[in-house]
């Protein structure tokens, strides 16, 4: 089994900041990616940041310049900056692991989410 411990949402204020972590444990052999999803209510589930084992990040258009991904591979642990946050970008950030439970497979394991609340 793995277990995702996500913490950081809250509720910020326009144009503020907020730090999302994401720490797996459990079964794992190798992490191979790591990322943040959000949904918002009624709307689908989508990437907000992923950065895989040994490639670049990859973002979505509407964050970039603003949100960083970063990963300590020493702590399993992925990271999630969020600047300048705006009021259309309420949702519960998931996180999202794919890793490797024993040589050769491949599993994906969801966070139970985070929820971040913009308003002033």
């Known amino acids: 089994q793995v277990q995702l411990v996500e913490s950081g949402g809250g509720l910020v204020q326009p144009g503020g900041s907020l730090r999302l972590s994401c720490a797996a444990s459990g079964s794992i052999f190798r992490i191979n990616a790591m990322g943040w999803y959000r949904q918002a209510p009624g709307k689908q589930r989508e990437l907000v940041a992923a950065?895989?084992?040994?490639?670049?990040?990859n973002y979505a258009d509407s964050v970039k310049d603003r949100f960083t991904i970063s990963r300590d591979n020493d702590k399993n642990t992925v990271y999630l900056q969020m600047n300048s946050l705006k009021p259309e970008e309420p949702a519960v950030y998931y996180c999202k692991v794919e890793y490797s439970p024993s040589p050769g497979s491949r599993r994906i394991y969801w966070g139970q989410g985070t929820q971040v609340t913009v308003s002033s």
């Open positions: 950065v895989p084992s040994g490639g670049s990040t």
